[in-house]
């Protein structure tokens, strides 16, 4: 499991912070569609229930090699292989990045 925290920037992409070391490990750049349409809907989850922005999601890598993306403060979980293992791979690489900050598009 990886704590994950996704802050969006001014200039349209999106900072991938470890939750744990408050370092920024990746840069989401582009459209990332896939990406952003699963953090937009746990944003839009939370939004509802009046919860913000700063508690952490949860990155978990199954046994059966599996992803689920989980907002713990709404218990909201998204199954990443559902949509495909290209749209997973997106996510899984954030799982082995350590504390080196990337850029995705």
């Known amino acids: 499991v990886k704590q994950l925290r996704f802050e969006d920037r001014p200039d349209g992409s999106i900072a ?3 939750y744990q ?3 920024q490990i990746d840069s989401i750049i582009g459209e990332a569609g896939f990406v952003r349409g699963a953090l937009r809907t746990l944003a839009q989850e939370r939004k509802r229930r009046d919860i ?3 508690p952490p999601f949860e990155l ?3 046994q059966d090699g599996r992803l689920t993306l989980m907002d713990p403060s709404t218990g909201r979980t998204i199954d990443l292989e559902s949509f495909g293992a290209i749209n997973a791979k997106h996510f899984a ?4 990045v ?3 900050q990337t850029q995705h598009r």
Do not use: E, M, P
């Open 93 to 96: 690489r954030l799982l082995s």
């Open 16 to 18: 991938v912070f470890d």
């Open 52 to 54: 913000d922005s700063k």
């Open 98 to 100: 350590d504390g080196q």
């Open 60 to 62: 978990i890598a199954r």
């Open 21 to 23: 070391t408050g370092k």
